[in-house]
């Protein structure tokens, strides 16, 4: 693959990470508090336990992604502990919240914009020697990424759906 083409593949998956949150009720993070809908009353420190472990995972897989590109079993390990932390809150989380809050939306978000640039240094690297980043890049890629969820945001919370039958969050 040429760096073109990845570069038009790494901007239609930040699309997806930013705008995926705000089209489906699937959870994607644990949220350090316990959302609504949860059928066993826990502890704050479970949630909170869990969400850490898991943003630990997601840290561990970006880690694993973004500085060891080119080492082709630690690249295979970042993508298996980012899917693991991306499917086990759906699969624990979602059979019972019906509707997610918006501030789980965002925190997905959040998560969704390390998770892609840690992507994005790994295809980096994979082509050249990475360049130094100052903060300004990062404030123009969190701009950017914030602009890329707002169509999914709009679409969730500012248009009328006559045909939803619950309640919004």
């Known amino acids: ?3 073109a083409e990845s ?5 239609a998956l930040a699309f997806a ?14 949220t350090p508090w316990q959302q609504a809908g949860e059928p066993v ?9 869990r969400a850490v472990v898991s943003y630990g995972v997601i840290a561990a897989g970006c ?18 502990l980012l899917g693991a932390a991306l499917y086990a809150p759906g699969a624990m989380v979602t059979p ?3 509707v997610k809050h ?10 969704g914009y390390f998770i892609v640039g840690a992507i994005g240094f790994a295809i980096e690297a ?26 999914g945001f709009v679409w969730r919370h500012l248009m009328k759906h006559p045909a939803r039958h619950h309640k919004s969050a």
């Open 17 to 30: 990470f930013a705008i995926v949150p705000f089209l489906t009720e699937r959870a994607f993070v644990f």
């Open 102 to 111: 918006v501030s789980t939306r965002l925190l997905e978000v959040l998560l």
């Open 1 to 3: 693959m040429y760096p």
């Open 96 to 98: 019972y919240v019906s």
């Open 63 to 80: 880690w694993l992604l973004s500085t060891q590109s080119g080492n082709l079993p630690y690249m295979f390990g970042g993508v298996v």
């Open 7 to 11: 570069i038009w593949i790494f901007i």
């Open 126 to 151: 994979n082509y050249a020697n990475p360049a130094v980043k100052n903060w300004e890049f990062y404030a123009i890629a969190a701009c950017l990424y914030v602009v890329l969820a707002y169509p």
């Open 41 to 49: 009353q826990r502890p704050f420190w479970f949630c909170f336990l």
